[in-house]
């Protein structure tokens, strides 16, 4: 089952920011928070993941809470193609690779122009 | 995406006939996933592999099985199509052993069954 909670929907105006929250509260002290999303009929596509530091590339940001029960990720400036659903996910990472990803129902993104 | 491709795109076929999708890639990675999307249910775990003829069960798997004899192809066969596997299934690879944790997936294979 997944283990976060996010918003069914949210909108978004074009060149603003866009905040994607998700709570992770039962989340273990190795478990890493990822982000994906899928633009309508594509694969999913790996934004950015983060442990307990913030993390930044060339897509967004990943604001983890100091007790990690939550996390949002930032579209700095969201443009139409951002359009989306967002999925926030927690895994360990192994080298084992045990563990797998596992897909909630995500966030809805829509960026209106 | 680069680096994995799966074929066909898109299939129809007749309830009871059996159905093979390709999952291919040029990434040397370790592990492969097949996955299904469907409405209301999200992307959900078929089978996966962790190495060449090395593979595993994931949450929907009755119904299909999966072969892997070499490192880039990953092969889902459904043995008897039912109307229930319509869905729009999904290739991903990883290698956790080279440090790449993330998924990067293909870009579906939208399978009808009349």
């Known amino acids: 089952d997944a283990k976060t909670t996010q918003p069914t929907s949210m909108d978004c105006a074009e060149g603003r920011a866009a905040n994607l929250p998700c709570n992770h509260s039962?989340?273990?002290?190795?478990?890493?928070v990822y982000w994906y999303r899928q633009i309508h009929s594509q694969g999913p596509q790996y934004i950015i993941h983060g442990l307990k530091n913030n993390e930044t590339n060339e897509m967004a940001s990943l604001i983890i809470t100091e007790d990690r029960k939550s996390s949002t990720l930032i579209l700095p400036h969201a443009t139409l193609r951002d359009t989306a659903v967002y999925y926030c996910i927690v895994r360990v990472d192994s080298q084992g690779g045990s563990e797998k990803l596992v897909f909630g129902k995500g966030t809805k993104l829509t960026v209106n122009p | 995406d680069a680096g994995i491709t799966q074929s066909p795109r898109h299939k129809v076929t007749e309830t009871g006939t059996p159905v093979t999708l390709r999952c291919h890639q040029t990434?040397?990675?370790?592990?492969m996933y097949w996955y299904r999307q469907d409405p209301g249910h999200g992307l959900r775990l078929i089978h996966y592999s962790y190495g060449v003829k090395d593979t595993d069960k994931g949450e929907v798997s009755d119904g299909y099985s999966v072969s892997r004899s070499k490192t880039e192809d990953f092969l889902l066969t459904l043995e008897s199509a039912t109307s229930s596997q319509t869905s729009v299934y999904f290739c991903a690879i990883s290698d956790p052993g080279q440090g790449d944790y993330g998924y990067t997936f293909g870009s579906g294979t939208r399978l009808t069954v009349v």
């Open positions: 039962t989340i273990s002290g190795n478990e890493y």
């Open positions: 990434e040397n990675h370790r592990y």
